[in-house]
Structure formats: C-alpha cells, structure tokens
C-alpha cells in the first residue's frame, strides 16, 4: 500500500513540475513576443454577432417549420 502512495505522490509531483515548467515558458514567450496575436475586442464582438444571428435565424426557421407543419405535409 505504500508504494502505491509513493508512486502516485512520484506521478503528482512529475505532472505539477510539467505544468509549472509550461506556464514558465508561456510566461517568458509572452515576455519576450509581447505582440503575439491575441484576439481582439472587435474579433469577438463580430463572432458573438455572427453567432448569435445564425442561432436566431435557425431558430426563426425552426418555428415557422413547426407552425406550418401540418400545411407543408401536402406539397
């Protein structure tokens, strides 16, 4: 039982020395290439938009569907 606790105190302690190491890097990367393409405000409200739109129409054609349901069976 104890060399199981060992190994997964062994595993916990190799995985948070990875992620420490990686935001290291990501931390001195970002240092270093301070303009390294983030995203902008603007690029975000215009996917929000487009979501948002596409949502709303789907659903638009979604209720008209399900209101002429029974009329459309016949043609």
């Given amino acids: 039982m104890k060399h199981t606790a060992a190994r997964t105190w062994a595993h916990a302690n190799r995985a948070l020395l990875r992620i420490t190491t990686r935001v290291q890097e990501g931390l001195e990367e970002a240092a270093r290439r301070p303009d390294r393409g983030d995203i902008s405000t603007t690029t975000v409200i215009i ?4 979501v948002t739109g596409a949502v709303l129409i789907a659903g638009t054609i979604a209720v008209v569907i399900s209101k002429y349901n029974g ?5």
Avoid: I, P, T, Y
Avoid at 47 to 50: I, M, S, Y
């Fill in 71 to 75: 009329k459309l069976n016949g043609l």
């Fill in 47 to 50: 996917w929000v938009a487009a």
